[in-house]
């Protein structure tokens, strides 16, 4: 019989698996990107097929087996169902969820790309913040905590309020990042910035960006 573990983690992929089960790709706290199957969850009324979803946050209670995990049962604090409500939200939220499974690897210390993952997403839920800011800032701090960050960007033409801004991105905790907002001048600079950082350093096929683009959102 497997050892029972707990572990708290978000669901970045689930995909179907044989005629009723599902294979899940969970980022987790204690021990990084996890492979998990969870069998007969696609069965009629089982009660635990939300929590086999993408962006399920909360506890999860897995056998843990020789290559993988079973699912077991969860806990899920947050389901971020809002993001279903908003689509341009929704696919910037899984593009965040396709960063984090490009940049995480099997059972690596990774818990920094989740409370980033975990924090961007509220923040795309939030009034506050325009979801393009959002994307600039979830961008320049997966680059930061990949340890690629080349350092600011030189040049006397750039708005001291974009540097600012980069270098708080760069250097504030994740737990205090999203606290703060830029005037629409400093955005469209922190845009194209962003943009330079992606293409060198999170240059990979998104598509989730595709369909964005394809849907003109």
Known sequence: MSDVVRLTGMVLRASDYGEYDKRLVILTLERGKITVFAHGVRRAHNRFLAACEPFAFGEFTLGEGKNAYNFR?????????????DLRAYYL????????????????????MLRLLYQSLRALLSPTFENDFVKCIFDIK????NGEFPGLPKGGDILPGTLHAISFIAT?????????NVRDDVLNELKFFAKEYKARFLAFRSKSLEVMEQMGL
């Open 172 to 180: 504030t905790p994740i737990s205090s990042l999203y606290t703060f």
């Open 142 to 145: 997966a680059i930061v905590v």
């Open 73 to 85: 049962e969860a806990a899920i604090s947050n389901y971020f169902e809002g993001l279903r409500e």
């Open 93 to 112: 939220g899984s593009y965040f969820l396709e960063t984090a499974e490009f940049y995480t690897r099997e059972n690596n210390d990774d818990d920094e």
